[in-house]
Each structure stands twice: as structure tokens, then as C-alpha cells.
């Protein structure tokens, strides 16, 4: 599975500071859950189910 992620946050400069100090935290924080639960679900990639 892969995704890619687009998003603008405006006025550049103050959005680049708030996106390394709290957005791309939020965002990899969803993607890290996301991943913990496909993983409860199917098993891990590469895990063949015994």
C-alpha cells in the first residue's frame, strides 16, 4: 500500500515553521495509527499467517 499526501498551506514562510513544528508531526502520527491497525488486522507485510 502507498499514499501520497498533497497539501498548500499559505503564506510560505510562516507555514513552513508551523508545518515542521506541528503538521508533518499530526500527519506521520495518522499514518503511524493507520499502519498499527492494518497491521492488527492483516498481519504484518511479509508475515505469512500460521
Do not use: C, Q
Not at 501520497?4 to 515553521?17: D, G, T
Not at 508545518?19 to 493507520?34: A, E, G, I, P, S
Amino acid at each position: 500500500m502507498m499514499d501520497e499526501v498533497e497539501y498548500f498551506l499559505p503564506f510560505a514562510i510562516l507555514w513552513r515553521i508551523v508545518h515542521l513544528l506541528k503538521v508533518r508531526k499530526d500527519v506521520n502520527r495518522t499514518f503511524d495509527y493507520r499502519r498499527e491497525r492494518i497491521d492488527r488486522l492483516f498481519g504484518r507485510y511479509g508475515e505469512s499467517a500460521a
